[in-house]
């Protein structure tokens, strides 16, 4: 049989304890994974929830915001896998006055930078912000669009307030005060205002 082991019962009770041990350190880990799973299963139930509420209140809001800023046609937000929002993505599905329905990677330059517009003016109705600053997102428009964006602006602009980096005259013409930045010499920036209300004023006494 060998040589026989003197040390097997204290090595047996070291051995066990150690066992035990990490038998109880399995159980913890076990039980705080299959926390971690239902949780996750609850965010997923509501992340559904809310995407399909925004979603779909987005996509009522876009078909009138997009008839608005285009003068009439119509356009879809449309869920590339309904049956999987979680990881869905969104097409969207667009007809100008006087073109066909086709997908938003068809339509020209101006059109698709119209389109977005409207998506996020869509967007703000849906979940209104205090403040939104666009950064020459007009830029691709034609006269046409510039003024019926900057109007339609100006009307949402009673709900929230906007910052607009422009070089376009007709967003300009819309807007209640003017910072322009100049540089007289070279690296030194210069601000200028202009109220546009009190100019008006000041027009109609002279």
């Known amino acids: 049989m060998g040589t026989v082991n003197l040390g097997a019962i204290d ?6 304890e150690r066992y035990q041990f990490l038998l109880e350190q399995q159980a913890d880990l076990q039980e705080a994974k299959d926390t971690l799973h239902e949780v996750i299963r609850e965010m997923d139930t509501e992340m559904v929830k809310r995407f399909d509420y925004t979603f779909h209140a987005i996509k009522a809001e876009f078909e009138g915001v997009f008839s608005a800023l285009f003068g009439g046609g119509r356009a ?12 869905t993505g969104v097409d969207i599905v667009a007809q100008p006055p006087g073109k066909k329905l086709q997908n938003l990677g068809l ?3 101006g059109e698709r930078a119209l389109t977005a517009i409207a998506l996020l003016f869509s967007i703000l109705k849906v979940r209104p912000v ?8 007009e830029a ?11 109007k339609y602006l100006k009307k949402f602009s009673q709900e929230t307030q906007f910052i607009v980096i422009t070089h376009r ?9 003017l910072y322009g930045v100049t540089m007289q010499e070279s690296g030194v920036s210069m601000l200028v205002s202009v109220r546009l209300e009190e100019t008006k004023e000041f027009v109609q006494v002279k």
């Open 130 to 137: 205090p403040f939104c600053i666009l950064d020459e997102v």
């Open 169 to 177: 005259k007709g967003t300009m013409e819309e807007a209640h005060v």
């Open 140 to 150: 691709a428009l034609d006269e046409a669009n510039v003024q019926r964006f900057s």
């Open 11 to 16: 090595e047996y009770e070291r051995v066990s």
């Open 76 to 87: 879809e937000l449309k869920l590339t896998t309904p049956d999987d929002l979680l990881n």
């Open 107 to 109: 339509l020209s330059g």
